[in-house]
């Protein structure tokens, strides 16, 4: 009998965890029964609260007026790369009367220009896509709006890119710098909602264009940090190994050997830039950096429908094309590139695009069918969108509201009330105990801190509110997605048109998600609700479908063989073998709704997003960054305990198969 054998023979102590937990719902219970006794127990007494708002305020008025001459040089210096940038792309370089000097390029010369970056990155079907997406922009008159957006994702994005590579490269090469001060910013910059980041940098730079530059870089470095920690990592032992044969200083080993070698992964890092810098800067428009998402933002103000969802489709189509070509640009093939001699012979196709954007842009001077989209070949879809949506309203008021009711009074009301009146030692005890059953006592720990400081902030209803939504929403939108899922792994054709609802939900910016659900169940909780399962289903959906595919197939083909229906291959084979993969999505589906929170405040839900709002408006540092870090701390708590649960049950799993298999 081997060791492993004889370990799994010998009798399993039992868990002091059910008791524990039994000791705990006890507790629990006293507490509720005496509740008019042990008051501070059950309501945090509000002189144990600590000013952390007006602090932090008081502490940004005064380092704005320290550093306020190297805020305005520094936008000074960005502000020269965005106007260039702009006058380029969307206005051309004016006189002081504002006559123009020279034209912006021709939309023409840019379509083909887009076509021939996706030909190089990609081959046909991706220069097809940039083609088409850029297309549709043109004709449903989004072009200007969508040249400001891309200006500002040019700059934007080579600027994330160098200080997320910067900083990777120093987290890779200093462990103990990564573990205690990188890997902690990350995770808090990660689930900081978008909105906190516009809060101080509103107060240091103002509002305009360059603010919202500064916000978005901010926001879009993080996920290169972790692409190119990940990506310096993965390099084969051997290649560095042989660096070091060769003599290679540390700086040129990375620069000349790990970099070139990991360019796959590291491209990976630019596409999930991209994909950020253009979701912020949507967000951006809030304080003036233009372009598509004010033009969403002006709609969803308006209820304008048809206008906000133009405008959002155009976001899609802009994302759609970028994320294409970054793509394929991570892919490893041979660049379309001639055999020597002078430039245009070496790349014929970047010769051929300048050649082609001067052409166009010089006939644009003189025929004003390549300056602008002549107003005969342009469409909307606008009006009919309005027009469906008014059909929906009057037919199906009654059903709508009655749906409306319903979820009000039966779910939502319910778990909020509940939430509100629980008392505040009962759900802070609860989360620090399952932290500690899930990973031991570092995780109690962190749950504990972090939660004491949403009480001690005084933010604790706000933070049930926000509870409540977020858990009823991830519970439909898991109860949705998993079903989903499996049925994308059981057919083909329904893999196929599923992935591309998935691909365009997950590229719609998040605004979008508001204006449809508005115009038909109003404002309030029902409508954030909805909006959130819309936005967070994504990963519940793609997890599922990842982890039922990842299932062994002897596996499945032995449960078959065993006279097992499809049904009960799913249920109580599949499932329960791919649950971690589905709990890392549900884990996925949590941060996602807690990111959508602060969206939802324009629909006048009471949460910490509305405090993230109302302290943009009122430019409230300390009120917008205290709420924007209870967001941050709710969505640690929770990815931690996500992420622990998930790694319990996979130890299960594994001790399961062992066992089976001995």
């Known amino acids: 009998m081997n060791a492993e054998t004889s370990a799994i023979l010998v009798p399993e102590r039992h868990s002091p965890w059910p008791l524990i937990w039994l000791g705990f719902f006890v507790a629990v219970l006293l507490l509720w029964l005496l509740r008019d006794t042990l008051v501070p127990f059950v309501k945090y ?18 380092l704005v007026s320290q550093i306020s001459f190297l805020t305005r040089a520094l936008a000074a210096i960005l502000e020269i790369p965005l106007k260039a940038a702009i006058a380029i792309l969307a206005k051309g370089i004016l006189a002081q009367n504002d006559a123009v000097l020279f034209p912006r390029l021709s939309w023409v010369g840019v379509i083909g220009a887009i076509t021939l970056i996706g030909y190089a990155a990609g081959g046909r079907r991706t220069a097809l896509t940039a083609f088409g997406c850029f297309l549709y922009i043109a004709l449903f008159g989004q072009w200007d709006g969508a040249m400001l957006t891309l200006a500002s994702v040019i700059i934007c994005v080579p600027i994330a890119v ?31 909602p978008s ?17 919202a530059l500064v916000a978005t870089v901010i926001f879009a470095s993080p996920p290169m940090v972790r692409a190119t920690v990940l990506a310096l990592a993965s390099v084969p032992a051997e290649i560095v190994d042989f660096g070091n044969m060769a003599g290679c200083s540390p700086r040129q080993k990375i620069w000349r050997i790990m970099i070139p070698s990991s360019r796959a ?4 890092g630019v596409n999930q830039v991209i994909m950020m810098t253009l979701n912020m800067v949507i967000i951006a428009s809030m304080i003036g950096a233009g372009g598509l998402g004010y033009d969403v933002l002006l709609s969803l103000r308006q209820l304008d429908i048809g206008r906000g969802t133009e405008a959002g489709l155009a976001i899609v189509m ?23 001699g002078p430039f245009h012979r070496r790349n014929p196709l970047a010769a051929f695009g300048v050649l082609w954007l001067a052409g166009t842009t ?42 409306r009711t319903y979820l009000l009074l039966t779910v939502m009301n319910p778990v909020k009330q509940g939430l509100l009146s629980a008392p505040w030692f009962a759900i802070w005890g609860g989360l620090v105990l399952l932290g500690w059953h899930l990973g031991g006592r570092k995780l109690a720990l962190l749950v504990a801190v972090l939660i004491a400081f949403i009480l001690i902030a005084g933010q604790w209803d706000k933070a049930m509110i926000s509870i409540y939504l977020c858990g009823i929403s991830a519970v439909i939108a898991t109860l949705v997605g998993i079903p989903i899922g499996a049925i994308a792994l059981r057919s083909d054709w329904a893999n196929r048109v599923i992935t591309v609802i998935v691909d365009t939900l997950q590229t719609l910016p998040t605004f979008v998600y508001l204006i449809p659900v508005v115009m038909l169940f109003r404002v309030g909780d029902v409508t954030a609700m909805i909006a959130i399962v819309l936005f967070a289903v994504t990963p519940a959906i793609r997890y599922t479908a990842h982890g039922l595919r990842n299932v062994s197939p002897q596996v499945v083909e032995a449960a078959r063989a065993m006279g097992s229906t499809p049904r009960q291959i799913l249920w109580r084979v599949q499932i329960p073998l791919a649950l971690p993969e589905i709990m890392l999505g549900i884990n996925q589906v949590i941060l996602l709704a807690l990111s959508m929170l602060v969206i939802t405040a324009l629909v006048g839900t009471r949460d910490l997003g509305q405090e993230v709002y109302i302290a943009l408006t009122k430019a409230d540092p300390g009120r917008g960054i205290v709420a924007g870090l209870c967001v941050a ?3 640690i708590v929770l990815d931690r305990l996500a992420a622990a649960g998930a790694r319990l049950t996979h130890e299960r799993l594994g001790l399961a198969s062992v066992a089976a298999n001995n």
């Open 45 to 62: 007494p509000d002189k144990l609260e600590l000013g952390f708002a007006k602090w932090i305020g008081i502490g940004s008025k005064w």
């Open 162 to 192: 160098v200080l997320g590579l910067g900083f990777g490269i120093l987290a890779f090469r200093h462990k103990r710098l990564a573990t205690w001060i990188v890997q902690p910013a990350l995770d808090l910059m990660q689930t900081m």
């Open 195 to 211: 909105f906190a980041y516009l809060v101080p940098v509103l107060l240091l730079f103002g509002s305009g264009p360059v603010p």
């Open 265 to 268: 992964l590291l491209m990976i």
């Open 318 to 340: 802009l994302a759609v094309a970028l994320d294409r070509i970054s793509q394929a640009a991570a892919v490893e093939r041979a660049w379309p590139t001639g055999q020597g």
């Open 362 to 403: 010089l006939l644009s001077v003189f025929i004003p069918a390549f300056a602008e989209v002549p107003q005969m070949i342009e469409l909307s879809i606008g009006s009919s969108l309005d027009s469906f949506v008014r059909w929906l309203n009057i037919t199906f008021f009654d059903m709508i509201e009655a749906v």
């Open 633 to 635: 701390f709710l969505g």
